[in-house]
Nanobody
Framework: QVQLVESGGGLVQPGGSLRLSCAASGSFFSIETMQWYRQAPGKEREWVASITSGGRTTYPDSVKGRFTISRDNTKNTVYLQMNSLKFEDTAVYYC?????WGRGTQVTVSS
C-alpha cells in the first residue's frame, strides 16, 4: 500500500504563497493519478487539484489560476504551489492516490 506524507503547510498572510509537497512510498507512483484535497473546519473535504501520470492537470474554479500541481516521478513526489492565497484557503490539505490518503498538512491564511 502506498504511504503518503505531506509537508510544507504553515501560516501565511493573504496574498502570500506556499508550496506543499507529498512524498509517496511504493514503486507505482509514476502510473498513479495524484490529487490534492482540502478540508476546512466544519466543511466537507473538497478536491483541489489532480495530475495524471502523463502530466495532465485539472482544477476546480475556486483555485484555477492560483494553484499549480506538479510531480517529480524521480522523487516520487507531488507538489502543490499555492499563490495569491485567500482566507478561505485555510484548511488541512491532503494528498491522495487511488487507494491512499496522507495525514494532511495545515495551511492557515491569516493577517
Amino acid at each position: 500500500q502506498v504511504q503518503l506524507v505531506e509537508s510544507g503547510g504553515g501560516l501565511v498572510q493573504p496574498g502570500g504563497s506556499l508550496r506543499l509537497s507529498c512524498a509517496a512510498s511504493g514503486s507505482f507512483f509514476s502510473i498513479e493519478t495524484m490529487q490534492w484535497y482540502r478540508q476546512a473546519p466544519g466543511k466537507e473535504r473538497e478536491w483541489v487539484a489532480s495530475i495524471t501520470s502523463g502530466g495532465r492537470t485539472t482544477y476546480p474554479d475556486s483555485v484555477k489560476g492560483r494553484f499549480t500541481i506538479s510531480r517529480d516521478n524521480t522523487k516520487n513526489t507531488v507538489y502543490l504551489q499555492m499563490n495569491s492565497l485567500k482566507f478561505e484557503d485555510t484548511a488541512v490539505y491532503y494528498c491522495k492516490t487511488s487507494a491512499s490518503w496522507g495525514r494532511g498538512t495545515q495551511v492557515t491564511v491569516s493577517s
